[in-house]
């Protein structure tokens, strides 16, 4: 082998020395890279090995009204953990505690030996509760700050607020849309333990402060919202109605002033009650509307030109459109009738031609979706449903006969807050805005992080909402609205009471209702009003309406909105025109309905008795007199009578005082045609007597011989 001169030696020393230097060069930026740029990783890699955190909730935001009353908070609380490494002895420590904590000792046992290092036992203690369990001094358990979720006015607007969880979680509600805002960023407190999951006496301890919850500031009105349930829950109270709801928002911003729905429940114990109290009817569920859609149906015809408040139908108590036959509420039809008196009557004949003739499919649906149905308003709030609306072509029955229904609110289905949202778009000149719930968001420091920009959308002309408007000012001033008036507050609305369908039938449940808003001259609320399934009086213009007089009219003063002192025309023919003198039939009608065809009439009214059935008036019915004429009525108890079978038994009233008999033949589904006073002595027909409903009943009286 040769030998290696000394240059090939040096040269494979340099090589050698040039591989080490290399090495150590990687080995050296290796080092720089993890001790320098991977540092703070490794660091807390590290720490995470050693450290036991131990999380701290941050307060939620406070929840506020638009006056800043405070509708959630957050209040100081402590919570109970252990380090199962630490507790010495599981079962003597479970025992202890198990009294204190009201659980059982078993089950503390349980969480005390789990391998994990630190295991929650119970949350949310008192300070009594707390006090006790840092007496014991027991190694291995330790408390600490865990904010709770409390709500001050109890059940106002649970089912708007929501609730939160136990981890400072969102679950329903409010809270759980504005979450993200509201629960802040958790702290945690730290410290050092050795390999067994035990604290290191000497070690590091850290506190890293939480982050609270920005602010959320509502729409609301806290004293609007008072008014609004203890309106609803006397309505639903007296009436026997499974539910209700009662709605209110400012047409012109979309703002939601009150939410009340009836049966509610204390979010701060709402484990306490059925889960089906805290969904939010209004919102999430929809229902078939009845006379109240006929806003929709109404305004669309107007706006297209269709009709004119004078245009005049003839309503002979049915119609027969694509086949079917569709009745009016009132027996034997309301005759000849301007448009504005078919919307005061709320004549459904009128209303089925002029969505299946007048507007048709394609027209009417434009209408229907431009307003807002069959699709979420886009309300801040979870779980919003979007209704359903038929569309053109695509019905699974009789097309012309389905438009005919939708005329008159039957066969779709939306949401309070739908209907809500298309009245208020009258109120707004024919323009819709987005509803909403949130005002603004505040950070601590009272800055403004974010606020609610909605969107607007013209739906009808301005004129058009103009002459409607007044329309419906007359449906309360002449028509079935008459209890749903305040007094220097000039309402306009819709009376509604419509059928529920079960099993494709029609059922005898009913759902009543009233939208509207005022004053009509410059609105500054809109409002709807349902009570689901009332017993015994149904119609939305009797138990509806006076929900809402009662509510906006204290949520205008709270408003600051003065009363109007000045007189208005009373009647139809002042506000359009339309002549009609001759004193109308309102023998053994309600007295509300009385009262709407009187004011319809141009005429006067005064009534004697305490009952609510007329069974007299003066002067008689057909007598021709001028405008502004006072009618005397004598009134009697309202009965409640079902129709059935077409063919009646006259009953026998002779010997009966006039409102004895007015009684009776009320209840038998027949009508009082007076003669003379006093006891009755005869009647035609006589008693037996086999006649059609609504018969006319010939009963002579004469005053007693003293």
């Not at 630190?118 to 840092?134: F, I, S």
């Not at 945690?188 to 604290?199: I, K, L, P, S, Y």
């Not at 499919?361 to 779980?383: A, L, V």
């Not at 069974?615 to 009525?633: R, S």
Request: net charge neutral.
């Amino acid at each position: 082998m040769a030998k290696l001169t000394a240059m090939e030696v040096r040269k494979r020393i340099a090589l050698v020395f040039l591989g080490v230097m290399f090495c150590i060069a990687v080995l050296l930026v290796r080092l720089a890279y993890l001790q320098i740029i991977q540092n703070n990783w490794y660091q807390e890699k590290a720490l995470s090995q050693r450290m036991r955190p131990v999380p701290v909730d941050a307060k939620r935001g406070v929840v506020y009204d638009r006056n800043l009353q405070k509708l959630a908070i957050s209040v100081s609380a402590e919570a109970v953990y252990a380090v199962p490494a630490e507790v010495r002895d599981p079962r003597a420590t479970a025992e202890a505690l198990a009294p204190i904590l009201e659980e059982t000792a078993a089950s503390l046992e349980e969480k005390l030996v789990k391998k994990q290092s630190t295991v929650w036992l119970a949350r949310k203690l008192d300070t009594q509760t707390a006090r006790a369990v840092r007496a014991l001094n027991l190694p291995g358990i330790g408390l600490v700050e865990r904010p709770q979720r409390y709500y001050p006015h109890g059940k106002l607007a649970a089912q708007v607020l929501g609730i939160a969880g136990i981890d400072n979680q969102g679950l329903e509600g409010l809270e759980f849309f504005y979450d993200e805002y509201l629960r802040g960023t958790p702290g945690r407190v730290v410290a050092e333990t050795d390999a067994t999951g035990r604290q290191i006496p000497a070690g590091v301890r850290r506190f890293i402060p939480p982050e609270d919850g920005a602010n959320l500031i509502l729409t609301l009105d806290h004293v609007i919202q008072y008014a609004a349930e203890r309106e609803l829950a006397r309505a639903v109270e007296e009436t026997g109605s499974e539910k209700g709801v009662f709605m209110a928002m400012d047409p012109k911003t979309g703002g939601i002033l009150a939410l009340a729905i009836c049966p509610s429940y204390d979010p701060n114990d709402y484990q306490a009650y059925p889960a089906q109290h805290r969904r939010n009817i209004a919102v999430a569920d929809i229902y078939e509307p009845g006379s109240t859609f006929k806003i929709v149906t109404a305004s669309a015809a107007l706006d297209e030109g269709v009709v004119s408040p004078s245009t005049r139908f003839y309503d002979p108590g049915y119609i027969k459109i694509g086949g079917v036959t569709i009745n009016c509420w009132r027996a034997g039809g309301h005759g000849s009738q301007s448009f504005l008196e078919a919307v005061e009557n709320s004549c459904n004949p009128v209303f089925a031609e002029l969505g299946a003739q007048g507007l048709g499919g394609e027209r009417f649906y434009k209408y229907i979706r431009n307003y807002g149905f069959g699709e979420p308003t886009g309300i801040d709030f979870p779980g919003e449903a979007k209704g359903l609306v038929p569309v053109p072509g695509k019905v699974q029955w009789g097309e012309v006969a389905r438009w005919a229904n939708v005329g008159f609110g039957q066969g779709i289905g939306i949401t309070p807050l739908q209907l809500l949202s298309a009245t208020a778009t009258i109120a707004n000149n024919g323009v819709r805005v987005t509803p909403h719930f949130m005002k603004e968001i505040r950070d601590g420091n009272g800055r403004i992080i974010e606020e609610f920009v909605g969107t607007e959308t013209r739906v009808i002309k301005e004129e058009t909402a103009r002459v409607f408007s007044q329309i419906l000012r007359s449906v309360v001033v002449n028509g079935s609205g008459s209890r749903a008036e305040i007094p220097g507050y000039r309402v306009a609305g819709k009376t509604g009471t419509a059928q529920v369908p079960e099993g494709g039938r029609y059922t005898d449940r009913r759902i009543s209702s009233f939208a509207g808003f005022a004053p009509v001259d410059d609105p500054r609320i809109a409002a709807v009003v349902v009570l689901y399934h009332p017993k015994g009086q149904t119609y939305g213009g009797v138990i509806a309406a006076p929900v809402f007089s009662a509510v906006v009219e204290d949520a205008l003063q709270t408003m600051g909105v003065p009363r109007r002192r000045e007189q208005e025309p009373k009647s139809s023919a002042s506000l359009f025109q339309i002549q009609d003198v001759v004193i109308p039939n309102v023998l053994n009608y309600p007295r509300d309905e009385a009262e709407s065809i009187l004011h319809k009439s141009g005429l006067k009214y005064q009534f004697h008795g305490d009952g609510s059935i007329v069974f007299e008036q003066v002067p008689a019915p057909g007598t021709k007199v001028p405008l502004g004429t006072i009618i005397q009525l004598m009134s009697h108890d309202e009965v409640v009578y079902t129709p059935g079978d077409e063919s009646i038994t006259v009953p026998s009233v002779v010997g009966l005082s006039m409102r004895e008999v007015a009684s009776k033949l009320a209840y038998a589904g027949l009508r009082l045609q007076i003669y003379g006073s006093g006891i009755a002595t005869r009647q035609d027909p006589a008693p037996g007597a086999k006649v059609a409903a609504e018969s006319v009943i010939r009963v002579y009286f004469e005053s007693p011989v003293s």
